[in-house]
């Protein structure tokens, strides 16, 4: 099976830099995912990574360690419509490369 | 943009009922799933379809069975609705990939179910 963890809850003010940390262990890693939910929506999705290092796009940036089984999702530049929720999903290619899911982070930009 | 529209957003039942879930996608992908979100537990994957009529069991598919009659349209059914299976249900689709792969799974907006 597998075993992903996230914070439940985090806070941060408008304009700082928010990271939200993902730990997961898996028996056949094939890569790793990003989404973000506001609330009553559909998940839509940010980032994948596969290999270690660091994916940027715009003020959104993923880093991947394979051998210690991390990820985290780096918000720059945060603005009051960053508050969602962010879920890390693991593809298992023991798993018919299906993702498994942590419980998500609920992100909340203050003023 | 792909686009996978579920038939309901809000939907109440009564227990015991027969409750169809229909999700639709346009962008021809392979690959179709259904999930579950309940609060501290995230996205659980209920049953998945990786072509036409055909099926595969999730992690938690008890209670539940799936159709796919058309490469589009992936239907949830709940057999006789019970009040633990009160959850939102998210419908996703992606295309097939082979190795390693970037491809996404797409979701509907979720159909928030309440069976009383």
Known sequence: GQNIDQPT????TEGAIVQINCTYQTS?????F???????EAPTFLSYNVLDGLEEKGRFSSFLSRSKGYSYLLLKELQMKDSASYLCAVRDNNAGNMLTFGGGTRLMVKP | DVKVTQSSRYLVKRTGEKVFLECVQDMDHENMFWYRQD????LRLIYFSYDVKMKEKGDIPEGYSVSREKKERF????ESASTNQTSMYLCASSLT????SNQPQHFGDGTRLSIL
Do not use: C, D, K, R
């Not at chain 1, 809850?9 to 941060?12: L, R």
């Not at chain 2, 239907?75 to 709940?78: A, D, F, K, Y």
């Not at chain 2, 990939?97 to 390693?100: D, E, F, R, S």
């Open chain 1, 9 to 12: 809850e985090m806070t941060a």
């Open chain 1, 28 to 32: 056949g890693f094939n890569g790793l």
């Open chain 1, 34 to 40: 990003w989404y973000q939910q506001h609330a009553g």
């Open chain 2, 39 to 42: 609060p501290g537990l995230g």
């Open chain 2, 75 to 78: 239907s949830l059914i709940l």
């Open chain 2, 97 to 100: 990939q082979v190795g390693p």
